[in-house]
């Protein structure tokens, strides 16, 4: 090892990535070092001189592959965390050879052959359920990496996959090129109703421009503000009109989409023959927990008849409100989130701003902490570790002295840092091919308000209730990584659980935050220190439920338009058709015939959510029927606290998801909580 390797953070044989010294110029040089090694272990464990035994593969291509995952991760989360153009360059840099190598790996018939000979050796049936399970996750993932496909097939099927990255990459620049390439102004009179710093922002942002007046545009933090508060009807409807045909046949030809979706579709639909499935939702079924399209399908309808009544009563309501209260009497799709605004706050009368007051950072954080030590019997310690920015947190989790796991906590945003909230793995529970066991670390990510300094003090950061729910969510999504007891990598915590199952302890986690015993314990008003006063609370909870039933036919709309644009052949020639027979079937709120929304479903047609967009829901029903195990019990009952851990969180992806539910439930699940949650049953 030369002086350069010894002194490359990124090679640091360290338990936790040096993230205070990993600098830009380390990248490529770690790479080089981590995929060449990697290469040679695979080369190794293919040829003869590695028996087809579970732990001698392990031991060669495990060990270099983890090691080579384990530094690209801690690339990719400064990456996303503290961004920098010198760091930006070399993630981008290194990013294809990355992905390359992994393409590879997963298609390698070397390989396969290997893997299935371990499959169907003597020694198998011997191998613990968790490593059963890993090895038929591998062999399910040879098969859809196209590791069985030949010749001309074979050629097709890598040709197609990395078709499919460009295309998708080309629809996702072109939403980008269209949210950023609207723009239009307005006097700060017609902005009236719309709130003092959207009206200041704007009016920089046209200042910037060199204009007069305020400059509207359809990024989130403008948009939505405008459509829920401005009282100007054709302002709201120019914007309306500009989102709902992002990218689309309606807008400059340049940027429409149209083409890109036809060619994503029809090339999705080729994979999945060439695979041997008759359509593309099929395949992207596979590796997931619901059994088949149909199943699906049959599962939103029934969400779409039972929450039509609600739905339609929402509509009615608002109408209502809209006449006699707004001077609206033709309800337009442009009025909808701001009549919906205005009877929300008459109707529940409080603010986000006021809640915001009884929810300081600390106590928060301190009664997260309560409530998981209580129900899943571990301490949280805060400990030392090296951090990317002064903010960021490190703690332990122990039970009985023993470590369980450790996770960074970056709560704040700032600039460099991507937004949104996640969790994401930087290790996973592995009892490694040396012997020791290495236990399990994650990284717990927010974009709250930072602490502000008031007359020369620091003010701690004051969250709202959303920001809380947001904590709860992705410290679920952090639990089930890191209090599994599982010892094999591949389905340790959060590796190998179904997609659509994903949701589940994170979505199960946001139910404390409605709950009052909880509340009391996590709100302190930042002034007098009071907590959550009940007639607030109840206001809330109220307003909890406030036009489910609409928004519930919104969620089952788009997943079924998702669901049949990728289960019927074909489709890519009538999408729009497909989209207004769904819109037809499920909406009560009629869309104008303008509206192209499918033009910039990024989740379908970049990202991970085509032919899955019903996961959201599905998992929800999983959430909603543990939680309702809990409210039969009581939320703090030891034994359920006991039994939901081991059956669902320490179980990890050991197993499939609906034998965890069963096992925590004792039965199948149910739609019914989901329903009586929402207050739609
Ligand atoms: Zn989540």
Known sequence: MG?????????????????DRIAPEHV????????????????????????????????????????????????????????????????TDNLARVTEFHTRLGADERLYRKFKAIHAGAAAAGLSPARRQALANAMRDFVLGGAELQGAARERHAQILARLADQSQQFSQH???????????????????????????????????GREGCKLTLQMPCFQPVMQYADDRALRERLYRAYATLASDLGPAELDNSAVMREILALRQEEAQLLGHANYALLSLVPKMAGSPAQVIGFLRDLARRARPQAERDLAELRAFAQRELGLPDLQAWDMAYAS??????????????????????????????????????????????????????????????LVGCFYLDLHARAGKRSGAWMDEVRGRWAR???????????????????????????????????????FHEFGHGLHHLLTRVEDIGVAGIAGVEWDACELPSQFMENFCWEWEVLQRISAHAQ???????PLFDRMLAAR????????????EYGLADMRLHTEPGSEASIQAVIDEVRREVAVVPAPTFNRYQHAFSHIFDGGYAAGFYSY?????????????????????????????????????????????KAFRGREPRVDALLQHQGIA
């Not at 490359?8 to 338990?15: E, G």
């Not at 007098?528 to 009940?534: D, T, V």
């Open 3 to 19: 002086a350069c390797q010894a002194s490359n953070p990124l090679l640091d044989p360290a338990p936790l990535p040096a993230f």
């Open 28 to 91: 490529t040089p770690a790479l080089d070092v981590l995929l060449h090694d990697a290469q040679a272990a695979l080369e190794r464990a293919t040829s003869d001189a590695v028996a087809a035994d579970y732990d001698a593969m392990s031991a060669v291509l495990d060990v270099a592959t983890e090691r080579l995952a384990f530094a690209w991760r801690a690339v990719g989360h400064l990456n996303a965390v503290a961004d920098t153009p010198e760091l930006r360059a070399a993630f």
């Open 175 to 209: 939403v980008l090129d269209a949210t950023d390439g609207f723009a239009c102004f307005a006097s700060e009179a017609e902005l009236a109703g719309v709130p003092a710093d959207v009206v200041e922002a704007a009016r920089a942002a046209a200042q910037a421009d």
């Open 341 to 402: 605004e205005r009877l929300q706050q008459q109707r529940y009368a409080f603010s986000a701003q006021e809640v915001r007051q009884y929810f300081t950072e600390g106590k928060v954080l301190a009664g997260l902490f309560r409530v998981v030590e209580t129900l899943f019997e571990v301490s949280i310690r805060e400990a030392r570790a090296a951090v990317w920015h002064p903010s960021v947190r490190f703690f332990r989790i122990e039970r009985g002295g023993e």
């Open 433 to 471: 091919p040396d012997g020791a066991l290495q236990s399990p670390v994650a990284h717990l990510v927010c974009n709250f308000a930072p602490p502000v300094v008031v007359d020369g003090q620091q003010r701690e950061s004051l969250l709202t209730h959303d920001d809380v729910t947001t904590l």
């Open 528 to 534: 007098s220190g009071e907590a959550l006063p009940r």
């Open 545 to 556: 439920n406030f036009q489910s039933g609409l928004h519930m036919l919104r969620q089952v």
């Open 617 to 661: 829901k599905w998992a929800e029903v999983l959430s909603a029927d543990a939680w309702s195990a809990f409210e039969e019990r009581g939320i703090f009952d030891p034994e359920t606290g006991r039994r939901y851990r081991e059956a669902i969180l320490e179980a990890g992806g050991s197993r499939p998801a609906i034998e965890s539910f």
